[in-house]
Antibody, heavy 121, light 107 residues
Framework: QVQLVQSGAEVKKPGASVKVSCKASGYTFTGYYMHWVRQAPGQGLEWMGWINPNTGGANYAQKFQGRVTMTRDTSISTAYMELSRLRSDDTAVYFC??????????????WGQGTLVTVSS | DIQMTQSPSSLSASVGDRVTITCRASQSISSYLNWYQQKPGKAPKLLIYETSSLQSGVPSRFSGSGSGTDFTLTISSLQPEDFATYYCQQSYSTPWTFGQGTKVEIK
């Protein structure tokens, strides 16, 4: 079955960077866009951007431009999201989510289990 | 950016009740509207895509309708496992945006 497994929780200091991984299985990794969505504690869902695992091309929400980088390693079917210059309000659970369709449709299924990133001095 | 507004923000209902959640877009999004269910400590789960198409494995008591700017998620007979938070999301144009969520609680 299609599955996304993310890396474990991270604790970072303000100003540091974090890199979260998302390992895909059960489908052709390069055939589907991968999205990243975050959720601050007790808050709603916020889309951060997507990566095309086939080409490596990525597109980021304006809010994160300049601070986020999405990459992939096709040899191990893994997508990465790196967020730099962390602030306390970046404390959130970060999810990867595959696009339901084999193009950039913007419908997310399935999702990874989430990675809690805590930013604290 | 397209703003998505859900109502109500929360509701209390009993098992067996019919529940309706509304989602309004700040501009027309045709039928590019998806619904997700999220339980505490879990990732969201796709329920309905393209306004009214039921994702595989989702019970038929869930249904969606609407077009343009106004959309509805209906649970025909609420079950104990349906107590969760529901989010709408538009896939009309980037940045993809979500509603703020509707928490369905036990009465």
């Amino acid at each position: 079955q299609v599955q996304l497994v993310q890396s474990g929780a991270e604790v970072k200091k303000p100003g540091a960077s974090v890199k979260v991984s998302c390992k895909a299985s059960g489908y052709t990794f390069t055939g589907y866009y991968m999205h990243w969505v975050r959720q601050a504690p007790g808050q709603g869902l916020e889309w951060m951007g997507w990566i095309n695992p086939n080409t490596g091309g990525a597109n980021y929400a304006q809010k994160f431009q300049g601070r986020v980088t999405m990459t992939r390693d096709t040899s191990i079917s893994t997508a990465y999201m790196e967020l730099s210059r962390l602030r306390s309000d970046d404390t959130a659970v970060y999810f990867c989510a595959r696009d339901r369709y084999n193009w950039n449709y913007g419908c997310f299924d399935p999702w990874g289990q989430g990675t809690l990133v805590t930013v604290s001095s | 950016d397209i703003q998505m507004t859900q109502s109500p923000s929360s509701l209390s209902a009993s098992v067996g009740d019919r529940v309706t959640i509304t989602c309004r877009a700040s501009q027309s999004i045709s039928s590019y509207l998806n619904w997700y269910q999220q339980k505490p400590g879990k990732a969201p789960k796709l329920l309905i895509y393209e306004t009214s198409s039921l994702q595989s494995g989702v019970p038929s008591r869930f249904s969606g309708s609407g077009s343009g700017t106004d959309f509805t998620l209906t649970i025909s007979s609420l079950q104990p496992e349906d107590f969760a938070t529901y989010y709408c999301q538009q896939s009309y144009s980037t940045p993809w945006t979500f509603g703020q969520g509707t928490k369905v609680e036990i009465k």
